[in-house]
Nanobody, 127 residues
């Protein structure tokens, strides 16, 4: 069992930066694939970024809308996943969720691929 707790959300002006953190419980967290999703009001939850293992090693993936602006990273010693968000835009406003997957699914962009979810943290970007 893994519990995930996000933090670091808040209100920021367009063009600014935020770093979200996701602290995980459980000694085997380092073996999980991890991801960030977001959900804006009235919209479905969408993929943002993921880190998973494949036969080629560790890989990271990003939604086109955040590529070049957001960076996912993890500190396994601290059982923490981060999402560094730069050059924020008003359309980045959403509740951001971290998620963990035991199986390192190749379908990393689907919410159904993940076994555990955090409660979410609100990010609001003012224009």
């Amino acid at each position: 069992q893994v519990q995930l707790v996000e933090s670091g959300g808040g209100l920021v002006q367009a063009g600014g930066s935020l770093r979200l953190s996701c602290a995980a419980s459980g000694s085997t967290f380092s073996s999980y694939a991890v991801a960030w999703f977001r959900q804006a009001p009235g919209k479905e939850r969408e993929f943002v970024a993921a880190n998973r293992w494949s036969w080629t090693g560790s890989s990271t993936y990003y939604a086109d809308s955040v590529k070049g602006r957001f960076t996912i990273s993890r500190d396994n010693a601290k059982n923490t996943v981060y999402l560094q968000m730069n050059s924020l835009k008003s359309e980045d406003t959403a509740v951001y969720y971290c998620a963990a997957d035991r199986g390192h699914s190749a379908s990393y962009y689907y919410t159904t691929s993940y076994d555990y979810w955090g409660q979410g943290t609100q990010v609001t970007v003012s224009s």
